[in-house]
């Protein structure tokens, strides 16, 4: 009986991403002196996909950090749910604002006058908003109390005294202990007709909430003095109801209009805000989908790069293959190489983008001194400083698609490179 012969073993190439295939790899990343415009042309996909990843992040950073500024300045003076009556006027407010704060993930209920006004100080006139505030309640307001620069909320004695923001105390020429006259066209009825109400009132307090518009617009008296100014004798205009979470504004909003017990009209922050997160939030997707577009840039640069790489390494490929290279290992070398420059180039930008996001203010200054001009405008922009806030997932997701992208952009070249015929490669050699 013969015995069986066995086959002789196959060779299966080398282990995929092995030590041979790095080499490999790490070589044609290194130009020679031929090399020098692939060399220029990696060298551009790397400082395109840097500065794209950190761009964008920088970008994201600081439009949620605008957002998220904007939001707590917002609702940091204006309470997130607002009370307002119907069907009479609201003379019943201090059981109104009792009954409210007693329901689950209500922080406070806060009655208030609020009305229109003149304001005129030494040289300049401007409209303001005044609101009127009970002693008690004045302190549950974190946009003014956290906020004060100069004097004290407890001196809004009911017999009178203002706190007004800095940059309308600045504008209007009032310093601490200044009087700042009103003028409201609600004043008192004669045969004549209504004649305004002019009066002046001690500023006892400066406050600055770091948002521009507030900053100049609104002036907080005693409650009591602004229902005898706007002619609300035992009224209140609405009653601003702070939430222990602004999301739960439409959960509690049934609740809220069973315990106030009469005709109200209920609006939350969402509603009277929603115009300009609406905004924001468009403003931030259009910009990423724009800055998306220098990474992807980068990743053609890749791809013509890569290209030109494997036309210019034929000869190379051709050999390798006769050598006993397969198909498989020649399309990992050049998925290595084209991958190495997207994958550094992503964390350099990562590592730019964050130091840029952590000196972002520093950076603005710097600008600004540098030009002589106002980059980040108050007036414009309604905060005082340039925000950034980083957020985790939204920075990884910026990670994994400046990497897929990359990635993406190496597989045809690479693919390319594997289906090169070594006889065609060197049949003129």
Same mark, same amino acid.
């Given at each position: 009986?013969?015995?069986?012969?066995?086959?002789?073993?196959?060779?299966?190439?080398?282990?995929?991403?092995?030590?041979?295939?790095?080499?490999?790899?790490?070589?044609?990343?290194?130009?020679?002196?031929?090399?020098?415009?692939?060399?220029?042309?990696?060298?551009?996909?790397?400082?395109?996909?840097m500065l794209g990843v950190a761009t964008l992040i920088v970008v994201m950073a600081v439009m949620n950090g605008f957002r998220s500024q904007l939001f707590d300045k917002i609702l940091g003076l204006n309470g997130h749910v607002i009370v307002q009556p119907m069907d009479s006027p609201l003379s019943d407010y201090a059981g109104v604002a009792q009954r409210i704060a007693g329901v689950s993930g209500v922080v406070s209920a806060i009655p208030l006058v609020e009305g229109q006004a003149l304001a005129s100080g030494e040289n300049a006139s401007s409209g303001v908003l005044v609101r009127g505030i009970r002693d008690e309640d004045m302190s549950r307001i974190p946009g003014v109390s956290n906020n004060i620069r100069l004097g004290a909320l407890a001196d809004l004695t009911p017999k009178g005294g203002v706190a007004i923001g800095t940059r309308l105390a600045m504008s209007l020429g009032l310093a601490l202990g200044d009087r700042l006259t009103l003028v409201s066209p609600k004043g008192n009825v004669t045969p004549l007709g209504v004649t305004p109400r002019i009066k002046s009132y001690p500023v006892v307090a400066i406050?600055?909430?770091?948002?521009?518009?507030?900053?100049?617009?609104?002036?907080?008296?005693?409650?009591?003095?602004?229902?005898?100014?706007?002619?609300?004798?035992?009224?209140?205009?609405?009653?601003?109801?702070?939430? /222990?979470?602004?999301?739960?504004? $439409?959960?509690?909003?049934?609740? +809220?209009? !069973?315990? %106030?017990?009469?005709?109200?009209?209920?609006?939350?922050?969402?509603?009277?805000?929603?115009?300009?997160?609406?905004?924001?939030?468009?403003?931030?997707?259009?910009?990423?989908?724009?800055?998306?577009?220098?990474?992807?840039?980068?990743?053609?640069?890749?791809?013509?790069?890569?290209?030109?790489?494997?036309?210019?390494?034929?000869?190379?490929?051709?050999?390798?293959?006769?050598?006993?290279?397969?198909?498989?290992?020649?399309? /990992?070398?050049?998925?290595?190489? $084209?991958?190495?420059?997207?994958? +550094?180039? !992503?964390? %350099?930008?990562?590592?730019l983008g964050v130091v840029i996001c952590l000196n972002v203010e520093t950076i603005r200054q710097f600008i600004g001194r540098l030009t002589q001009t106002d980059v980040f405008s108050p007036e414009l922009y309604f905060l005082s400083q340039l925000p950034a806030e980083m957020d985790t997932g939204e920075t990884v997701s910026v990670i994994l698609m400046a990497l897929g992208l990359s990635y993406l952009a190496t597989l045809y070249p690479a693919w390319r490179a594997a289906r090169l015929d070594p006889v065609e490669a060197l049949r003129y050699e």
């Open positions: 009986m013969a015995k069986r012969t066995s086959a002789p073993a196959r060779t299966n190439g080398t282990r995929p991403f092995s030590r041979f295939e790095w080499m490999i790899a790490g070589r044609y990343l290194r130009s020679r002196r031929r090399e020098t415009f692939i060399s220029v042309i990696a060298g551009f996909s790397f400082a395109g996909i406050f600055e909430i770091g948002m521009s518009e507030y900053d100049s617009t609104f002036v907080f008296m005693p409650f009591e003095e602004a229902q005898i100014y706007f002619n609300m004798d035992g009224q209140a205009s609405a009653v601003e109801i702070y939430l /222990r979470h602004p999301d739960l504004a $439409g959960t509690l909003r049934p609740q +809220i209009e !069973t315990a %106030a017990e009469r005709q109200v009209l209920v609006t939350d922050w969402r509603e009277r805000n929603a115009t300009f997160f609406s905004a924001l939030e468009v403003e931030r997707n259009v910009m990423f989908l724009i800055l998306m577009l220098i990474v992807l840039v980068a990743a053609l640069n890749i791809i013509s790069g890569l290209t030109m790489l494997v036309k210019d390494k034929s000869h190379d490929i051709a050999i390798l293959r006769t050598m006993g290279a397969t198909r498989g290992a020649i399309m /990992r070398i050049f998925f290595m190489t $084209g991958a190495a420059i997207g994958t +550094i180039g !992503t964390f %350099a930008g990562f590592l």
